[in-house]
């Protein structure tokens, strides 16, 4: 705004240097976040090597990988555990400085062609800034997880790094088949499609756009920092657990005084497994999503099975997906 | 450049003032839980007059999202009242602050008394360049202490003083000068990226939390922090912060130590334990003012 009162004291050269100036530092601050993902990360092929990790909470004992680790081997693929995997800092799988080291290092080693979390839990936001993604950014390779680890998918969606949204390694074989198997497809690169029945409250049409999002809190703590998601143009997912409904109001709220759903171009709400809390707060999650956002216009796909569930399909953030919330069925297309 | 400039002050009361009581977030589970405020109020000679709406009670709000907003803003437009007390905190002001027109009040300013949810006011008439009142609110004032009602006393009729506090051990000690603004932890974190974000530079932060748990606590400061917000301080007033520990993931240390951590880089002064929040001895403080904080090995002054 301020920038108009000034150009109208300027000489018409200058004002139409400044502008072209002005357009060029606009276009560059779009493209940061919104360009065009130009690399996706290699498809798996049997054969290859990942490294399964805990960039967050610790694990309970070092049984709990023995079956997604046994899983993995089915699929072809060798496993190597980070150095500080099962390591224990009161609530983390180490010190910050342990769980850094373990990141970079998967990041960086060109042996390891995917990474796998062991499991979320708290702790991805006090590290993210001590990463370094310069070999990553050139090198892609696929990030598996979810919950905590929203914090490094909309890291790497500002990047424009694609990522994994999917059930995680400790949990993966209590998993539905349809999670391993959409899991199994987005990593090896097959085309899938997941279609459920309408749910009543859904908001009917159709979007094409690049897929981002995750867990809500996380989401809402990305505001203000480097990390926060572009979500102009995109398909945005949202997943919760464990938080009361007002909370879901406030942070839905949040988020749109935010501005993250001016000009999405859908919204995919996954589980929400809420906490009761002491007084009732009168209206659902999908009440309170609904009233929020009814100046938009944008489809509403609820009930869509992912998130801190049995049933947690594979999402691949930043691939452009197809959205169909038709009457009676609805789907997202991975291509 | 340094220049550090109060917020604009509205008038001070005086006798014979009006005030209103609204409940613009959660709903009063009875009527009656005001009386010892509105008495409190009376008793310094203030008229006082109800929100029609006050005890209105729709799910958990005190009426709907229209009836509370019509309320706020019958109060924040009448020339004849003079000060506007929340009647409780809850959730809900979030919902309506976007709705409220506040072009009467910045030309007839009033001072906006409340917390915790009504930190959502107090960020918006910070960004507007006004000061406003974290105080014990109407339904607070039964259990209220006399410091509680004595500080709110003073903040409201233009007589603040000076509070000294005994020093906690992990305080980092100094002296520092800034614009005290903030409020509840988690309202503050939400108003990030909003109209109603805090301008943080050279200001002194105050923070309080009630019920959430640690690793919450952990997150909303490192949200703080990557943000920008903590390297422009100029001292951080740590209020209180109820949680149960014993249901919280084990971080090894309280909010204490997870505070220090968050701001390990900064010199300012970080006080812990002033009486502020979800207590009975919630001291009043003046958002939008300039304070000074000497804080010393022994006691901890805090001077408005």
């Not at chain 1, 072809?76 to 910050?96: E, M, N, R, S």
Request: net charge neutral; charged share 20%; hydrophobic share 40%.
């Amino acid at each position: 705004m301020n920038s108009t009162l000034i150009f109208i004291k300027m000489n018409t050269t200058f004002k139409t240097l400044s502008l072209l100036l002005l357009a060029v530092v606009f276009v560059q601050c779009g493209s940061q976040k919104n360009a065009a993902i130009k690399k996706f990360p290699p498809n798996l092929k049997k054969g290859d090597t990942i490294i399964v990790l805990s960039p967050a909470s610790n694990l309970s004992d070092s049984t709990v990988l023995d079956n997604g680790i046994q899983l993995m081997k089915e699929w072809g693929l060798q496993v190597i555990k980070a150095p500080h995997v099962f390591a224990k800092d009161f609530t983390f799988a180490g010190t910050d400085a342990q769980r850094i080291q373990d990141l970079q290092m998967a990041f960086d080693n060109k042996n390891v062609k995917a990474i796998m979390c062991g499991r979320g839990g708290y702790g991805l936001n006090r590290i993210i800034d001590e990463l370094d993604f310069t070999t990553y950014k050139k090198n892609p390779k696929w990030f598996v997880g979810y919950s905590d680890i929203t914090v490094l998918h909309n890291e790497f969606n500002v990047l424009r790094i694609p990522s994994i949204h999917a059930t995680m390694l400790a949990a993966i074989t209590k998993a539905t088949p349809e999670a391993r198997n959409t899991l199994y497809n987005a990593l090896f690169g097959i085309p899938y499609t997941i279609q459920t029945p309408t749910s009543v409250e859904n908001k009917l049409g159709e979007a094409k756009g690049e897929l981002v999002g995750g867990n809500l809190s996380l989401i809402d703590a990305m505001t203000g920092s480097k990390s926060e998601l572009d979500t102009k143009g995109k398909i945005l997912f949202l997943e919760e657990v464990d938080e009361p409904v007002y909370k879901v109001d406030s942070m839905i709220r949040s988020l749109m005084r935010s501005g993250a759903f001016e000009g999405i171009k859908g919204l995919i709400v996954g589980d929400f497994s809420l906490k009761e809390s002491k007084e009732d707060f009168g209206y659902t999650y999908k009440q309170v999503i609904l009233e929020a956002l009814k100046k938009y216009n944008f489809p509403i796909y609820f009930d869509f099975p992912a998130g801190h569930i049995k049933d947690n399909r594979a999402l691949i953030f930043g691939k452009t997906v197809h959205l169909k919330v038709n009457k009676e069925q609805s789907e997202l297309r991975f291509d | 450049m340094n220049n550090i400039t109060n917020h604009t002050p509205p008038p001070y009361l005086k006798k014979g003032d009006t005030i209103m009581i609204v409940a613009p977030a959660g709903f009063l589970k009875e009527a009656s839980v005001i009386q010892s405020g509105i008495a409190l109020a009376e008793s310094w000679g203030l008229k006082v007059l109800l929100g029609k709406h006050y005890a209105e009670k729709f799910n958990h709000f005190a009426g709907t999202d229209e009836q509370r907003l019509a309320d706020f803003q019958e109060a924040l437009d009448r020339t004849d009242i003079k000060a506007i007390w929340c009647a409780r905190g809850g959730y809900g002001t979030v919902r309506i602050l976007d709705q409220i027109d506040f072009s009467n009040f910045t030309k007839h300013p009033k001072w906006i008394i409340g917390f915790s949810d009504i930190t959502a006011l107090h960020a918006h008439l910070h960004h507007l360049g006004f000061q406003s009142l974290h105080a014990t609110m109407p339904g607070g004032i039964r259990t209220a202490t006399p410091l509680a009602i004595d500080t709110l006393y003073n903040a409201l009729f233009g007589n603040n003083k000076t509070i000294t506090i005994p020093t906690n051990s992990l305080n980092k000690l100094g002296t520092t000068e800034g614009v005290l603004i903030g409020g509840n932890l988690a309202i503050i974190d939400s108003m990030t990226g909003s109209i109603s974000e805090i301008d943080w530079k050279d200001k002194i932060m105050f923070i309080e939390e009630i019920g959430e748990h640690l690793y919450r606590v952990d997150r909303m400061l490192y949200s703080l922090k990557r943000s920008g917000a903590l390297n422009q301080l100029k001292g951080i007033i740590v209020g209180d912060f109820t949680y149960d520990i014993e249901t919280s993931l084990p971080f090894g240390g309280t909010h204490r130590e997870i505070i220090l951590n968050a701001v390990k880089e900064q010199t300012y002064p970080v006080i812990f334990d002033f009486p502020a929040g979800h207590i009975d001895n919630n001291v009043a403080l003046t958002f939008g003012k300039k304070i000074t904080i000497d804080a010393t090995a022994d006691t901890t002054l805090i001077n408005f």
